[in-house]
């Protein structure tokens, strides 16, 4: 899909204007198939979401879970290797990934960077875009609420994608980022709401 020499001369007026649009928003527009990632050491969740359609159907969604008797190492390792087949499988266009939330517990923190990290290794390598979206970012495009409970996001995603049950929470959260960027991806949105990586 193209842009008139007249719409891309609006875009540029509207950027010149200093109206705040994200690279998202000019190069995502449109039908996209979108990875969502919620890292975490021990469950990170993901969700393949298909744009096409007025109800964007899901092609795969999942939590890659790691027991607390497996070394971190192994734990980063495995997050990188299933999110390289999920790609492999499913052929995403874009990457949609939690961005950093404020944590009290300094070591948390760095455990889920690095975990961040590992998945942010099988995006890259896989030549996809990778933008983050702040985590109260994706339940107020969701649920309505940035403080909305990890159920209610759940059964929002459940009712939106038309999925016959309730995805678990780390997969619903990876499907609510992949619906948060398919929404934001065509509209003009603060800097702040989703971040190129």
């Keep these: ?11 540029q007026q509207r950027l010149t204007n ?21 890292p975490s050491l021990r469950g990170t969740g993901y969700g393949v979401i298909n744009t096409s359609k007025s109800i964007p159907t ?4 999942g939590t890659i879970k790691c027991p607390s008797s497996w070394p971190m190492s192994r734990c980063f390792l495995e997050i990188s290797n299933t999110l390289e087949s999920v790609i492999k499988e499913t052929a995403p266009t874009v990457a949609a990934i939690e961005g950093l939330f404020f944590a009290q517990n300094i070591k ?18 896989a030549g996809l875009d990778a933008f983050e ?3 109260r970012k994706v339940k107020q495009a969701i649920v309505g ?20 049950a309730t995805p678990s929470p780390d ?9 948060a960027f398919s929404q934001s991806a065509g509209a003009s949105i603060p ?5 190129p990586l």
């Design 58 to 61: 899901t092609l795969a969604q």
């Design 133 to 135: 979206i702040a985590p």
């Design 1 to 11: 899909m193209g842009f008139t020499s007249k719409q891309l001369a609006d875009m």
């Design 108 to 125: 948390t923190a760095l455990v889920m960077g690095q975990a961040r990290g590992a998945a942010l290794t099988a995006i890259t390598k």
């Design 171 to 179: 997969a619903a959260d990876a499907l609510a980022i992949a619906l």
């Design 18 to 38: 200093g109206a705040v649009t994200t690279s998202a928003s000019i190069k995502f527009k449109g039908s996209q198939i979108i990875l969502g990632v919620d």
């Design 191 to 195: 800097d702040q709401a989703i971040k």
């Design 145 to 164: 609420f940035g403080g909305a409970q990890k159920e209610a996001v759940a059964k929002m995603v459940q009712t939106r994608l038309a999925l016959s």
